[in-house]
C-alpha cells in the first residue's frame, strides 16, 4: 500500500528513475505475484487432474479458469486484485473493531454474550458500525454513463464523480450522535432510521465489492472465537484516526492487549 501511495500520487518521477516507493511497490509485487503463480500452478494442476474437485474446493477458481473469454494473463490479474482487495481491508476492519471493543467496555461485554449465538448479529453490528466510523475506502468512484442532473448542475457524460461515504457516513445529519460507537443502531429492533446510501463500505452497484459478504462472515466468526477467550484491553488511551493509502489504513500502530479469560 505504502508502495503503490508513494509511487501513483505525486509527480511521477518513478517514470524516469526508480523512486523508493516504486522501489517498494516492484519488491511486494513480486513476492505477491511469486506466491500468486505458485497458487495458480495448484490450481491448474487441480483443473486438469480432477475438475470436480476445484468445483468443490475452489467454484471461483473454476468459473475464472473454464471462462473461455479470458486469457491466461487476466485470468492471473483478476485473481491478483481478489487476493489484494480482500487483505488490507479486511485486516483494517477487524483491527479497528477490536479497538474499539476495546475503549467500550459495555459493548465487549455484549458482543461476548453475542458470541454464544448463532446468527451473531451484535457482532455483525459491531462490524457495521466500525465500517461507518472508520470505512476502509474514502470514496466510491464512478464515470457517468450519460448526462446527469444533480440539483441545479448538469454534469457530463463520461465526468469522474467521486461520493464520499466516509463524510456522510460520520455526519450527524444522517445518524443519531454520529461520533459514538454505537452498533445497537443496526440492530432490527431498534428501529433506526437512516438514508440507505449514507454508510456506503462495500459500494454499490453492479461494481460493488464481490468479497462482501465472505469479508462480514470472516469477520465476524474471527471476533466471535477472539471475543470467546479474551477480554480486550487498550496498551494507552488511543484516539485511532485514518490515513489515505489508496485505501484508509489506521494512522498509527493498534495495541491490543488480549487476557485470557480461560484461566
Ligand atoms: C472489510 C472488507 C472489505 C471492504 C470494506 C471492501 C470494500 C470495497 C469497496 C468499497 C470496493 C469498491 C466498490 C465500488 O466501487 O462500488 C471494493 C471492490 C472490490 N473488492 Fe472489496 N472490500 C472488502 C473485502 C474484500 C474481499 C474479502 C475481497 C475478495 C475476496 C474483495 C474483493 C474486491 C474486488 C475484486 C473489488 C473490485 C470489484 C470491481 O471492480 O468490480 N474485497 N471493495
Redesign the pocket.
Known amino acids: 500500500m505504502e508502495g503503490m501511495y508513494e509511487t501513483f500520487i505525486g509527480p511521477p518521477f518513478w517514470k524516469i528513475f526508480k523512486t523508493a516507493g516504486y522501489k517498494k511497490l516492484e519488491s511486494s509485487h513480486q513476492i505477491i505475484y511469486r506466491i500468486m503463480e505458485k497458487h495458480l500452478k495448484n490450481v491448474t494442476r487441480m483443473h486438469c487432474q480432477s475438475p470436480e474437485k476445484l468445483i468443490a474446493r475452489q467454484p471461483f477458481m473454476y468459473t475464472l479458469f473454464t471462462n473461455e473469454q479470458l486469457t491466461d494473463d487476466d485470468k492471473v490479474m483478476l485473481s491478483m486484485?481478489?487476493f489484494l482487495?480482500?487483505i488490507d481491508?479486511?485486516a483494517t476492519?477487524t483491527a479497528l473493531t477490536l479497538c474499539y471493543l476495546a475503549q467500550n467496555e459495555l459493548v465487549q461485554e455484549k458482543a461476548r454474550k453475542d458470541a454464544t449465538t448463532k446468527d451473531m448479529s451484535y457482532i455483525r453490528a459491531c462490524v457495521k458500525e466500525t465500517?461507518r466510523l472508520s470505512?476502509?475506502?474514502g470514496a466510491?468512484?464512478r464515470f457517468l454513463a450519460r448526462d446527469t442532473k444533480f440539483d441545479d448542475y448538469l454534469i457530463p457524460k463520461g465526468t469522474l464523480l467521486l461520493a464520499f461515504s466516509s463524510v456522510t457516513s460520520c455526519d450527524k445529519k444522517y445518524f443519531k450522535n454520529a461520533q459514538s460507537y454505537y452498533p445497537d443502531r443496526w440492530l432490527r429492533a431498534n428501529n433506526e432510521e437512516f438514508h440507505k446510501f449514507a454508510s456506503l463500505?462495500?459500494?454499490?452497484?453492479p461494481?460493488?465489492?464481490?468479497?462482501?459478504r465472505?469479508?462480514e462472515n470472516e469477520?465476524a466468526i474471527l471476533l466471535k472465537k477472539i471475543l470467546q477467550s479474551y477480554k480486550l484491553e487498550l496498551e494507552a488511551d488511543l484516539n485511532v484516526g485514518m490515513v489515505y493509502r489508496m485505501n484508509r489504513i489506521p494512522d498509527r500502530p493498534i495495541n491490543i492487549k488480549f487476557i485470557n479469560t480461560n484461566y
Open positions: 486484485e481478489i482487495g480482500g481491508t479486511t476492519t465500517l470505512p476502509t475506502a466510491n468512484s463500505p462495500f459500494g454499490y452497484g461494481r460493488m465489492c464481490p468479497g462482501k465472505l469479508a469477520i
